[in-house]
């Protein structure tokens, strides 16, 4: 009964890990970037170890409160990093390709809302 669950969490932990590195590849700017290590391999890391936790709790007979601490302080620490990160790209100005036009390379607005009742939808 273990091992499904257990072959679960790491199938998880490691699809979450690989997408979330391969957003940090792969997005175009900084402020993006940090959705990936972020969000994804946070939670990749994370099923990975509570698997870890499972498995070792199981095998001696007690919780692994190594693999519980460390789960804690990756969920702790990544989001704050990533928040400190964000802040100290802002206060050195470094600009998102979301607030550049879209001729040098940024996004095109987008609109919240429905389109005018005159106009046709983009």
Known sequence: ML??????LILAGA????IGSLGLV???DFYTRL??????TTLGVGSLLIAS????????GGISLHEVLVTLFLFITAPVSAHLLSKAALHLRLRSLAALPPEEGGE??????????NRKPE
Request: zero cysteines; a positive charge.
């Open 35 to 40: 959705h990936g290590p972020t969000k994804a």
């Open 3 to 8: 091992e499904p669950l257990l072959s679960a």
């Open 26 to 28: 792969r997005l175009p």
């Open 53 to 60: 936790a499972l498995y070792f709790g199981a095998r001696d």
């Open 108 to 117: 095109k607005p987008r609109r919240n809302g429905p389109p005018p009742a």
């Open 15 to 18: 699809a979450f890990t690989f």
